[in-house]
């Protein structure tokens, strides 16, 4: 039987177990660092889902890189509200520095989308995106990703930073809703 977690009231089996999640991040990290070839770097952390994802791809990258932080919002429960709050800024200037998102999901776009055109405004050298996880099929604009772990079906899914009503993001494995 599949490794199960129940989350307030919904039931969750095992997506992606740790090992895979953890070869995942390091694979995209050598690319990162292959594509940077030293430069200094801006890892854009999009709070909260994003933190572990971040944390792990820091751990692989050079001694000059910053580490920052931007808190959006846009999904309640396990819906995307289609609207985009900024509830943090960047927490660092971005003006004339290679930035590279991190994304827990690229869902609908929506987020990215808001995203990209915020951190552009403020003049970056270069910006591209990482995002654990894709589900194409949920895509309603067209975004750019660059780094990408996972293409997944679209499903709901928890853990390695992504919540259920602020619960699972400790988990180390991700689980996907059970129907
Ligand atoms: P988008 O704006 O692309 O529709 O949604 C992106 C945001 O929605 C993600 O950063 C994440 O917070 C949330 N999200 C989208 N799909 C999922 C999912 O399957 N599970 C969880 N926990 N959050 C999701």
Known sequence: MKKEVQLHDRHFELFLDAEAIQAKVKALAEQIRKDYDGKPLVLLCVLS????????????????????FIKVQSYEGMMSSGLVREQL????????????????????????????????????????????????????????????????????????????????RCLNDLYVLKA
């Open 89 to 168: 800024a960047a927490t660092v200037s971005l003006s004339g520095k290679h930035v590279l998102l991190v994304e827990d999901i690229v869902d609908t776009g929506t987020t990215i989308r808001f995203l990209v055109e915020k951190i552009y405004q403020k003049a970056p050298a270069s910006l591209k995106i990482a995002t654990l996880l894709l589900k194409p099929d949920a895509l309603k604009h067209p975004v750019q990703t660059d780094y990408v772990g996972f293409e997944i079906p679209n499903h709901f899914v928890v853990g390695y930073g992504l919540d259920y009503e602020e619960q699972g």
């Open 49 to 68: 889902g994003a933190f572990r994802f971040a944390a792990d791809l820091a751990r692989y990258l050079n001694d000059r890189t910053e580490i920052a």
